[in-house]
C-alpha cells in the first residue's frame, strides 16, 4: 500500500500544480492535495523549526498562535514518519485543513528525514 506522501508526490508531479494549489513564500508549490487556498487564505505555511521535535516514531508538532496564520490556540499534532512529505525547500511546513485540529499534510527538509 503506498503511503500518502507517495501519492501525493506522484499526484504533484502529473500535473501542473499551480492551477490547484497555492505556493510556499520560498516559490514551490504545495500539492493540490494539502491545499484549498492562496497565499494568504491558504491552509499550508511554512513553521518555524523550534515547533518541530522528532521522535522514534515521528515528528511532534506544537504551534501556539504566531505561527502558522490558522493556529488561535496552542495546538499538538504528532506526524508518522511514513506520512511526512519531502519538503520543496529547507523549511517545515504545515497544511491544516479542514480546521487548525487537523494536520492535514505536514512537510520536512530533506536532511530531516
Known amino acids: 500500500m503506498a503511503?500518502?506522501?507517495?501519492?501525493?508526490?506522484t499526484a504533484a508531479a502529473l500535473q501542473d500544480?499551480?492551477?490547484f494549489?497555492?505556493?510556499?513564500?520560498s516559490g514551490w508549490t504545495y500539492p493540490p492535495a494539502c491545499?484549498?487556498?492562496d497565499s494568504m487564505?491558504?491552509?499550508c505555511s511554512s513553521i518555524p523549526g523550534t515547533t518541530v521535535t522528532p521522535t522514534p516514531d515521528g515528528y511532534v508538532i506544537i504551534l501556539r498562535p504566531g505561527d502558522h496564520r490558522r493556529v488561535t490556540h496552542q495546538d499538538r499534532?504528532?506526524?508518522?514518519y511514513d506520512s511526512v512529505i519531502p519538503s520543496g525547500?529547507?523549511?517545515?511546513?504545515i497544511c491544516l485543513h479542514p480546521t487548525e485540529e487537523h494536520e492535514n499534510c505536514f512537510f520536512?527538509?530533506?536532511e530531516t528525514m
Open 3 to 9: 503511503s500518502l506522501a507517495g501519492v501525493i508526490a
Open 17 to 19: 500544480v499551480s492551477a
Open 21 to 25: 494549489a497555492h505556493g510556499a513564500s
Open 35 to 37: 491545499c484549498h487556498g
Open 41 to 43: 487564505t491558504g491552509e
Open 77 to 80: 499534532y504528532f506526524v508518522p
Open 89 to 93: 525547500d529547507d523549511n517545515f511546513h
Open 108 to 110: 520536512a527538509p530533506a
